[in-house]
């Protein structure tokens, strides 16, 4: 069965930092790569960041690279997100998946965790 919870999200002011979280079912997580998508209100879903299983290469969108940070820990089926200098055009649900590159490998959606970032 196909688990994902995302957690971490909330309101922050420009510049601050979050760190997300999603947890996954074994089954999900164990041998795949894993990221995270974010959907705006009003626009398509978008790649933000994945990560290979053994968590040494990860990979970014260019609007994240240098302020984001993708890990993962293989022992609690967990990955990551950190977010450092945050700004407003990165409100928005954030939602972690197995992935293919970087396009989602699933075709299932957790809830997500919403992140508003104030100006």
């Known amino acids: 069965q196909v688990q994902l919870v995302e957690s971490g999200g909330g309101l922050v002011q420009a510049g601050g930092s979050l760190r997300l979280s999603c947890a996954a079912s074994g089954r999900t997580f164990s041998g795949y790569a894993m990221g995270w998508f974010r959907q705006a209100p009003g626009k398509e879903r978008e790649f933000v960041a994945g990560?290979?299983?053994?968590?040494?290469?990860?990979y970014y969108a260019d609007s994240v690279k240098g302020r984001f940070t993708i890990s993962r820990d293989n022992a609690k089926n967990t990955v990551y997100l950190q977010m450092n200098s945050l700004k407003p055009e990165d409100t928005a649900n954030y939602y972690c998946?197995?992935?293919?590159?970087?396009?989602?490998?699933?075709?299932?959606w957790g809830q997500g965790t919403q992140v508003t970032v104030s100006s």
């Open positions: 990560i290979k299983w053994g968590g040494v290469s990860s």
């Open positions: 998946t197995r992935v293919a590159g970087t396009l989602p490998a699933l075709d299932y």
